[in-house]
């Protein structure tokens, strides 16, 4: 779903709707067409970042968790703690975790690049089998350099 501001959602699909207009946006939304896209290069491979104009509401505490979210490079991994020190708390891991939860734009604000502490795929609001599948296909496209140490 988009606003006049950018994009407010994105949800995963698993039934025939997948790849039309189920949310009854006007398709020709520069927003949606820019996400689609930026989501199409994402999966082929050819993008690591996203540069769409996002409209996502949420507590002060939540859209700091999303900022910070958005400074894990790709196919890279930080724990729950490790994030909430990030955002100024690191006894807050639970918050993070239900920031990351509250999340309206999965994949473009990758909370799957968030893991429990023992590396664990934990706490994916899509599945935490999606999250495997996300931080596989970008280890796979986007390699971690030599030198980074997690």
């Excluded at 939304?29 to 690591?48: N, P, V, W």
């Excluded at 891991?93 to 429990?116: D, E």
Aim: aromatic share 8%; hydrophobic share 35%; glycine share 8%.
């Amino acid at each position: 779903m988009a606003s006049d501001h950018g994009i407010i959602s994105i949800s995963f699909i698993d039934d025939e709707c997948a790849g039309t207009n189920c949310t009854g946006n006007d398709p020709s939304s520069i927003a949606l067409d820019s996400c689609k896209q930026q989501l199409q290069e994402y999966f082929s491979g050819t993008r690591r970042q996203f540069d769409i104009p996002l409209d996502v509401r949420g507590t002060h505490f939540q859209l700091r968790v999303w900022d910070a979210l958005q400074s894990i490079p790709a196919g890279q991994t930080v724990t729950y703690k490790q994030l909430a020190s990030r955002v100024g708390n690191e006894r807050a891991s639970r918050a993070v975790g239900g920031a990351c939860n509250r999340n309206p734009v999965a994949i473009v604000v990758p909370c799957h690049r968030v893991v429990g502490a023992s590396g664990a795929m934990v706490g994916y609001a899509p599945g935490t089998w999606r999250k495997e599948w996300l931080i596989k296909h970008e280890r796979a496209f986007f390699p971690i350099p030599p030198d980074h140490s997690e």
